[in-house]
């Protein structure tokens, strides 16, 4: 993944856990992962190796920013809330219950 795929993806998961859009702007985690890339940013027939390291660091937060989203979607989706219906279970685990003919 490149470096600008990386930045965009940072800022996606950053906005994602955001509760207001306008916190972005004042964001300091947003503000300090542009800096960093901006810092680090190097043309074609330059090589660093801080880049590198700064896309692997940036690969390695944005999978625990996705993680983090997906554990908090899913906590909220499967956590007890009390006593569940026949009904309620079933259509949780994807079964259909049987109808009565009448």
């Given at each position: 993944m490149s470096g600008?795929?990386?930045?965009?993806?940072?800022?996606?998961?950053?906005?994602?856990?955001?509760?207001?859009?306008?916190?972005?702007?004042?964001?300091?985690?947003?503000?300090?992962?542009?800096?960093?890339?901006?810092?680090?940013?190097?043309?074609?027939?330059?090589?660093?190796?801080?880049?590198?390291?700064?896309?692997?660091?940036?690969?390695?937060?944005?999978?625990?920013?996705?993680?983090?989203?997906?554990?908090?979607?899913?906590?909220?989706?499967?956590?007890?809330?009390?006593?569940?219906?026949?009904?309620?279970?079933?259509?949780?685990?994807?079964?259909?219950?049987?109808?009565?003919?009448?």
């Amino acid at each position: 993944m490149s470096g600008s795929k990386v930045l965009r993806s940072l800022l996606h998961e950053l906005r994602q856990a955001a509760s207001d859009a306008n916190d972005m702007k004042k964001s300091l985690a947003a503000r300090y992962i542009r800096a960093q890339y901006k810092r680090l940013e190097t043309t074609d027939q330059q090589f660093c190796k801080a880049r590198n390291e700064a896309i692997f660091l940036g690969q390695t937060y944005l999978t625990y920013l996705s993680s983090q989203r997906k554990y908090n979607e899913i906590y909220r989706e499967y956590h007890g809330r009390g006593e569940r219906s026949v009904k309620e279970t079933a259509d949780l685990v994807g079964f259909k219950l049987p109808t009565d003919p009448k």
